[in-house]
């Protein structure tokens, strides 16, 4: 019998156990952390956003400049064959009003124990505490594991390593260094739907941390889309950041500083804001005229006052100015352990169309250590389950051949 070792026991890794062990491969998955899927179930914490309902030409579409590598795997493993091969397991989904696709009890831990009851069943074995260190020289997988170093041969080697983000949960990014000596050519690991620092005054900082900011609208180049975001200590985190985040931390990137443009009052025009801050303020403080006309108050008024100087806060045309387009300058990106995933990762040049390294055969790679990127909405989750069953049918072939 073949043997196969998958590296990284998370979607992607499992997703290429299902589909080897399925055709009577013997399957070891190593992985470096106590227990498997880890950021997996993390992400059933605030709701397990599986995939996402919208059409499919919008779908491919989130994947940028990434697309016409990640479009032909979800051809064969797109969100309805998700959707699909979680009603297989026992875990019915439903689509929430925003399109996105939760499992009906919101969690992951249903769906993984009865993944791998299945995976137990077609024979898989896996190893926990085993951690990847690179090759020896004569090939074989050196592992650091609780009993010493080991090294392993296997027929074929499918790399899910995942990102860099939220390294606790076992993705730390350090695989990119033993691939780089292999002479792979790896893209730097970025932070991906994440957060970014803002110099806050003290004041504000103190007063405003935690604060939420609802229904705002953000503009950033062709980038608009209302939503929420919150304020913190280091800057700005939250749906709404996440969404533009790629294209603002590539703006930092290539020019510094760069600046976000918010509508504090998306359901008023800017005649309308003007008239309403017009209305005689009598003895009224302008914090109290400013909600009773535009309803502006709280880390809205906070907000506006942290960057408007005291003039141009008391003229009203200004004001008017800066309720619909607040300039918010963006320092940097957070820290990519801190972003919800990661961009870069072994360029798509380095692997054919079974994700097989081209400089070393019979090693495939999948999920989110791929060389792209997507927002959040499900769109990352499909792409790792797609880019596993892709690296595993490869094997299958490699294998076969
Ligand atoms: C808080 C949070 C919420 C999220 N919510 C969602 C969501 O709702 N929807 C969505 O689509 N996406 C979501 N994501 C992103 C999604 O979880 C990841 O994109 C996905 O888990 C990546 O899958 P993967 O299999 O490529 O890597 P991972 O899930 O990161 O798995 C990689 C595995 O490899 C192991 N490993 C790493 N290095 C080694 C080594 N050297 N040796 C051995 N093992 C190693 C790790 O321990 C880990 O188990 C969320 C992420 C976070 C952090």
């Not at 940028?64 to 297989?88: D, V």
């Not at 983000?165 to 990014?173: E, F």
């Not at 008017?320 to 918010?328: G, M």
Request: aromatic share 8%; hydrophobic share 40%.
């Amino acid at each position: 019998m073949k043997s196969v070792a998958i590296i990284g026991a998370g979607p992607a890794g499992l997703m290429a156990a299902e589909v080897l062990s399925q055709k009577g491969a013997q399957v070891d998955v190593y992985d470096s952390m106590p227990s498997v899927g880890r950021k997996f179930l993390m992400a059933g914490k605030s709701g397990l956003n599986l995939t996402h309902s919208e059409p499919f030409e919008q779908f491919a579409a989130r994947y940028g400049s990434r697309r016409k590598w990640i479009e032909p795997m979800l051809k064969e493993f797109g969100a309805n064959e998700l959707r699909t091969w979680a009603q297989e397991l026992g875990i019915e989904t439903f689509v929430g009003t925003s399109g996105r696709v939760f499992p009906v009890s919101m969690k992951a831990s249903p769906l993984l124990r009865a993944w791998l009851k299945r995976l137990q069943n077609n024979g898989v074995t896996i190893h926990t505490r085993h951690r990847w260190i690179g090759w020896d020289d004569d090939k074989s997988l050196r592992f650091e594991t609780v009993a010493g170093e080991k090294s392993i041969k296997a027929d074929a080697v499918i790399m899910a390593l995942g990102g860099g983000s939220w390294r606790r949960l076992g993705s730390d990014g350090a695989w990119v260094d033993w691939l780089e000596q292999a002479g792979i050519k790896v893209e730097a690991l970025k932070s991906s739907n994440c957060g970014f620092d803002v110099a806050w005054s003290s004041h504000f900082k103190e007063k405003y941390q935690g604060h939420p900011l609802k229904s705002v609208v953000l503009s950033f180049e062709e980038f608009r889309q209302q939503g929420e975001f919150v304020i913190t200590k280091h800057g700005v985190e939250g749906s709404l950041i996440y969404a533009c985040s790629a294209v603002v931390r590539d703006a930092i990137e290539a020019h510094g500083i760069t600046n976000i443009q918010l509508d504090l009052a998306p359901h008023l025009t800017r005649e309308n804001v003007l008239t309403k801050l017009s209305k005689p303020r009598g003895s009224k403080t302008m914090a109290s005229h400013l909600e009773k006309t535009v309803g502006i108050k709280g880390v809205k008024a906070g907000l506006l006052r942290e960057f408007l100087s005291k003039d141009e806060f008391g003229d009203n045309e200004r004001l008017a100015k800066a309720i619909k387009n607040l300039s918010v300058p963006l320092v940097a990106p957070r820290p990519v352990d801190e972003a919800i995933s990661s961009a870069g990762g072994v360029m798509f040049e380095e692997v054919d169309e079974h994700l097989m390294l081209k400089k070393i055969p019979g090693v495939f790679c999948a999920g989110e250590m791929l060389d792209w990127e997507a927002p959040t909405g499900g769109y990352l989750l499909t792409a790792c389950f797609a880019s596993g069953r892709v690296a595993g049918r490869g094997a299958l072939k490699w294998l076969g051949s």
